[in-house]
């Protein structure tokens, strides 16, 4: 109950509380790294994708933070009459703070405070649907919480004990922390339960040889409507930060091309705070069996560049950057002519692409077939009859699409593999290629 209470202290109900004030601070000394230009707009709609109102906004200058505010004193006195005197409930800062920081501006302005940390929290909070991501959610949310417990309580004296017992036994604080604890240890255990299914599934995966390619990129970069396209999905795609948060993962129902299994991630951010990562091991993993990632690129955005370097960052953090990556530019169909002419010439080893036109797709499957397979082959095989197990890995593949008995008694099969599995298959005795002749030659017969 306390935990809940302590969790219920510290969420932002958008129901309740609907009126927000931003409070953009570009810091020169954290400033270590180029930033985006477009990150106010970033920042604005990760508060409206938490479903808040924005009923104001503020943009400030400073050199360094200040430890006990993080604001400075000059900064904080401009702002006190144009804050307190409006009807603003919360204030959200696009810095991760303490929590005495957070203590401190909250006495100073007397409304709520939250940073960006808490404010990705609340979000993945709305957005996680399986059972897997909402202990994810809820893990990060406690690991934050843990050292914010002091906020939670004004009344922090010892707890009496019962008839006979002097001792002053531990305060509320003591006990809730002791509580976060034990249900951080009880989440920490279920996900590796989790974990090790997951493992199960990747076995069975290998073992069925099907082929996994991850979609990985900036959030609302257009990963989910391309995921909903080369699997024809209907997984929900908004225009929102964050609006894909479970992975999914759904297998190529197209026959024309082989078994491959796609997988949504949840979409990367600048400046992700390091629990988050931690606590999304589980989903993050999925990527480090990937045998080819897809990196989706918002082609139009202006900062494009510098998301590629942030995700190429984290995926450097994961420890993914050595599987292959092909970078797919969506949103193609909002860039000039003209201007999508020089891009593609500049680079012509990476795909251009809208995922709501299916019709482009043709060089992007191209690519991946030739990555994941070395190219494919598509003709007839014939097989001894004690290759049963072959045959049935075939089928169980999807690649067969078409099967006929010789003569003598041989299996024969049209069928659509990768030339490397192929190549595999043909050093086994009594596996090998048919000419299209000899079949119709049986056919006839």
């Known amino acids: ?25 570009n810091v020169e000394s954290l400033n270590e790294k180029t930033k985006l230009e477009n990150a106010f707009d970033e920042f604005e709609s990760l508060v409206v994708s938490s479903g808040l109102i924005i ?59 939250i940073d960006k940390t808490e404010l990705i929290l609340d979000i993945f909070a709305t957005r996680a649907s399986s059972h897997i991501g909402k202990l994810q959610v809820e893990l990060a949310q406690l690991k934050h919480l843990s ?47 989790s974990h090790k299914q997951r493992e199960i599934n990747r076995y069975s995966r290998k073992k069925s040889r099907n082929k996994l390619v991850a979609l990985v990129g900036y959030t609302n970069a257009g990963k989910t409507t391309l995921f909903n396209k080369l699997t024809e999905s209907s997984q929900l795609a908004e225009d929102k ?15 024309k091309y082989g078994p491959i299994l796609f997988s949504d991630t949840v979409g990367f951010i600048s400046d992700l705070p390091t629990q988050l990562v931690e606590s999304f091991k589980a989903t993050l993993d999925e990527l480090k069996t990937a045998d080819l ?44 002519a003209s201007k999508l002419d020089i891009l593609k010439f500049k680079k012509n080893e990476e795909v251009f ?26 003709g ?47 050093n086994l005795k009594g596996f090998e290629l048919c000419l299209d002749e000899d079949i119709l030659l049986i056919s006839t017969k």
Not at 354 to 378: C, H, P, T, V, W
Request: include cysteine; glycine fraction near 6%; charge should be positive.
């Open 1 to 25: 109950k306390n935990i809940f209470k302590i969790l219920l202290m510290n969420s932002v109900d958008a129901n309740e509380i609907k009126k927000a004030f931003l409070l953009f601070i």
């Open 55 to 113: 009923h104001g906004s503020k943009c400030l200058k400073q050199t360094a933070p200040v430890i006990n505010t993080f604001i400075t004193k000059g900064n904080l006195e401009n702002l006190r009459n144009q804050i307190i005197q409006s009807d603003v409930e919360i204030i959200i800062i696009n810095h991760e703070l303490s929590a005495s920081q957070t203590r401190n501006l909250e006495k100073f302005f007397n409304k709520r405070v």
């Open 353 to 378: 692409i809208s995922a709501q036109d299916d019709n482009e797709f043709k060089d992007l499957r191209a690519k991946i077939n030739n990555l994941l397979f070395n190219g494919m082959y598509q």
């Open 380 to 426: 007839w095989i014939s097989m001894e009859n004690n290759m049963g197990n072959i045959r049935s890995s075939l089928f169980d593949m999807g690649c067969v699409k078409e099967e006929k008995v010789s003569e003598c008694g041989k299996m024969l099969a049209k069928i659509k593999i990768g030339n490397d599995e192929l190549n595999e298959l043909l």
């Open 293 to 336: 990632l897809l990196h989706v690129v918002d082609s139009h955005d202006v900062d494009y560049k510098l998301k590629i370097k942030e995700v190429n960052n984290i995926l450097n953090d994961i420890g993914v950057m050595n599987i292959p990556q092909i970078i797919v530019n969506n949103k193609c169909d909002l860039i000039d």
């Open 241 to 255: 930060l964050f609006a894909t948060l479970d992975s999914v993962t759904r297998k190529n129902k197209n026959p």
């Open 147 to 193: 050292t914010r417990l002091i906020r939670g309580w004004t009344h922090l004296e010892r707890q009496k004990g019962g008839i006979g017992l002097r001792g002053p036994g531990e305060t509320q604080l003591e006990t809730d922390r002791r509580l976060i604890n034990k249900r951080i240890k009880r989440l920490n255990q279920r996900l590796e339960k």
